[in-house]
């Protein structure tokens, strides 16, 4: 059941039995749009949406913008990413025919052919039409090792919060009387074939303050959920919760494990075993990320000392589940360590085999490792250089993989890979969305304010005039951890980039691009290089004559969207256009909205002296003033977003009105976070944002 974050006492918020909330200032006028889903917050959205749906939708490029964006989203010849599940490969799909999706199968052989046959196993449009609700895709969990059953996570409008319901693979149906769990936010994970472990609200007193379940319980088939019984327990005062996980081997292994998120970044890793749940000496802050014949594969993000061996932060390793399930002293195998320019994108098991993706310089690199008797050894793969290389899918039934391939330029393309046998070959490739012909690509470097250099990418016309004329938009993110690398934004490149214009993306530190150093290096107080990276970047944008601030626009989402509220308040000089995407941008209150308490590791807290001063000093809806030129800003949100929440982003619009800061809200009312129920809503947000930079950038 979706639960409000605040409940709205008189006018102003109250925190615990009755006593004012510190975080509330007396010239907050606009607490009252904090109300999630109130009468009175919703009459103001739609009023604000109606004046931005008028300017955008109204504009004449408005049309040609949705129709091409709509097109590439929809278009049947994308490249249907695979699952491997069962022998089979899955695939949940989305076009104009099945704008909520279907998931479908077919055989890895005609997988392989130009025009896979599919079984369609679940169509959620028909559902939701069935159930008069708005199902979206959240994925599924597959009991190991038969893969017969999967229990689906289906959000209803695109909130984090999720039903689980069992379904059977083979009958191509939901198993009648099977699990079917009612809505939360949870986590869960098959302990056996009758058996899950389950994190959610099992009622008062069992979700953290970000809004997170900690309390973990068993539950049988059959069972309702008061019959559940209690596997572990966290704290209330987690900044995130408690995750239960299976990791599984070729071999047969098999181990349950819980991850505490005591914050956002450090955990205590526990297993579950027959005499109860046993924490694990590995370091707070490392991951698992699988097991091959036996070997539990360990990723750090903070230097770890054991057994005498000292494994580097960013670095991924290997201990014998015996040895973690004895609890002898851990002697890890250290199996890939970073250069500082280096850093792990992702890791995958196969049967016998880890194929590890990595990021070098902010360009894609793939190698396999392989457990033996002298030791582990590893092989480089060789694919396309200047790219971003996921792993699309591994299973540890076999040594089958797909990896995914693309770059700016270039539109991904998909190869097979036997780990056994590491030579990947090219199975699918996704046909060019825009004309790249006069395009190319450049990395440069700026200097920011204490001398570090940050890379950055930028896209233009081979002869675009260096004079400082040319229309760009720039994209960063900046923090968790999490890196931006080059990408085939094929809706950018017809709407944007075929018109002559220039697309740039900022590796600015708070990301993840070279490794957790790169990310510490903005933590907390420390968060005022990542905007100073940022505009340096822009910077040297203008210095090289790449574009100028009139013809400059730049946007993010999420912390992304925290990001160019900074930037908006910091350097209104230097853009012309600025698009805050599903935001946090009130930086006093974030705690109390949403799952904000769960960022503490992240941005700190008003609880501590030091933090609230700086978050105080960079909060963008603290640090707009009256009487400065600002671009007019564009702001979209969600109202399902139950994970940021729209409140920040009404609120920031609100006091630029009150200010006569003229500025573009809008609100889609479904999407959640991501903002993509459906691949109409995604296109309409994709054009409203172009015609926002035309109009800016390009004039009217």
Same mark, same amino acid.
């Given at each position: ?13 109250? #925190? ?10 007396? %010239? ?6 904090? %109300? ?22 109204? %504009? ?7 129709? %091409? ?9 994308r ?85 689980l ?26 302990l ?142 250290i ?25 070098d ?11 033996? #008797? ?18 699309a #899918? ?50 440069h ?8 250099k ?37 809706? #950018? ?15 600015i ?45 730049i ?18 000089d ?54 400065v ?17 729209p ?30 129920a ?23």
């Amino acid at each position: 059941m979706k639960k409000r974050i605040f409940a709205l006492v008189s006018a102003a918020l109250l #925190t615990g039995a009755g006593a004012p909330d510190p975080t509330v200032s007396a %010239d907050d006028p606009f607490v009252w749009l904090e %109300d999630w889903t109130g009468p009175r917050a919703m009459q103001w959205v739609e009023a604000e949406n109606k004046a931005t749906l008028a300017a955008f939708e109204g %504009d004449r490029r408005y049309a040609g913008y949705y129709k %091409d964006a709509l097109a590439i989203a929809s278009a049947k010849d994308r490249i249907a990413m695979p699952m491997l599940i069962h022998g089979r490969v899955y695939n949940f799909w989305r076009d104009a025919d099945h704008p909520q999706g279907i998931w479908r199968w077919t055989t890895e052989a005609d997988y392989a052919t130009a025009a896979p046959r599919w079984t369609t196993v679940l169509d959620l449009d028909a559902l939701s039409k069935a159930e008069g609700k708005k199902w979206v895709w959240k994925g599924a969990s597959i009991l190991d090792p038969e893969e017969r059953l999967a229990l689906l996570n289906l959000s209803d409008g695109g909130e984090d919060a999720v039903t689980l319901r069992e379904f059977d693979l083979e009958a191509g149906q939901f198993v009648k009387g099977g699990f079917d769990v009612p809505t939360s936010k949870q986590n869960e994970a098959w302990l056996d074939g009758d058996t899950l472990l389950l994190a959610r609200d099992w009622g008062e007193g069992t979700m953290t303050k970000s809004g997170y379940p900690f309390v973990v319980k068993a539950l049988k088939r059959g069972q309702p959920l008061s019959a559940a019984q209690e596997v572990y327990r966290g704290a209330a005062s987690d900044q995130v919760g408690v995750y239960p996980s299976i990791v599984s081997d070729g071999a047969g292994n098999r181990a349950a494990i819980l991850y505490r998120g005591v914050t956002f970044f450090t955990n205590e890793t526990s297993l579950v075993t027959p005499q109860g749940v046993k924490k694990l000496p590995l370091p707070a802050k490392s991951n698992v990320q699988g097991m091959v014949d036996g070997q539990v594969l360990i990723q750090t993000s903070q230097e770890w000392t054991s057994g005498g061996v000292t494994v580097p932060s960013g670095a991924l390793a290997a201990v014998p589940l015996k040895a973690l399930q004895s609890g002898e002293t851990l002697r890890p195998q250290i199996l890939f360590a970073p250069t500082p320019r280096q850093s792990i994108d992702s890791v995958s098991a196969t049967k016998d085999h880890v194929i590890l993706a990595y990021n070098d310089n902010v360009r894609g690199r793939v190698m396999v490792l392989t457990p033996g #008797t002298g030791g582990w050894t590893s092989k480089a793969v060789a694919l396309p250089d200047n790219a971003t290389i996921g792993i699309a #899918t591994a299973t540890d039934k076999s040594d089958k993989a797909y990896l995914s391939v693309a770059g700016f330029l270039a539109p991904t393309t998909l190869w097979s890979l036997d780990a056994a046998n590491p030579d990947p070959v090219q199975v699918k490739a996704m046909p060019a969305r825009f004309d790249a012909s006069g395009l190319v690509v450049e990395q440069h470097e700026a200097t920011s304010t204490d001398g570090t250099k940050i890379p950055y990418f930028i896209v233009h016309a081979r002869t675009m005039k260096k004079d400082g004329s040319t229309p760009t938009i720039m994209t960063a993110y900046g923090g968790f951890e999490v890196p931006m690398t080059p990408s085939y934004a094929a809706i #950018t490149g017809k709407l944007w980039l075929e018109r002559g214009n220039s697309f740039v993306l900022a590796n600015i530190r708070g990301g993840g691009e070279f490794g957790p150093a790169w990310h510490e290096a903005g933590l907390k107080t420390k968060r005022q290089i990542i905007y100073d990276d940022f505009a340096a970047v822009a910077k040297d944008i203008f210095a090289r004559k790449l574009s100028s601030p009139a013809k400059f626009g730049i946007y993010g989402g999420s912390n992304g969207g925290l990001l160019m509220g900074v930037e908006f308040n910091q350097h209104p000089d230097l853009w012309n256009a600025v698009t805050i995407q599903v935001p946090l941008l009130d930086m006093i209150r974030y705690e109390q909205i949403a799952a904000g308490a769960s960022w503490v590791d992240e941005y700190g807290s008003v609880s501590v002296p030091e933090e609230k001063a700086f978050l105080e000093k960079i909060s963008p809806y603290a640090n707009i003033r009256k009487g400065v030129n600002y671009p007019p800003p564009y702001i979209w949100t969600t109202t399902k977003d139950d994970r940021v929440g729209p409140q920040h982003a009404r609120k920031f619009a609100a006091r630029l009105k009150d200010y006569g800061i003229p500025y573009y809200f809008y609100e889609d009312t479904a999407g959640g976070h991501s903002g993509d129920a459906d691949i109409a809503q995604g296109a309409r947000l994709q054009a409203m944002q172009m015609v926002y930079f035309s109009q800016r950038l390009e004039g009217k």
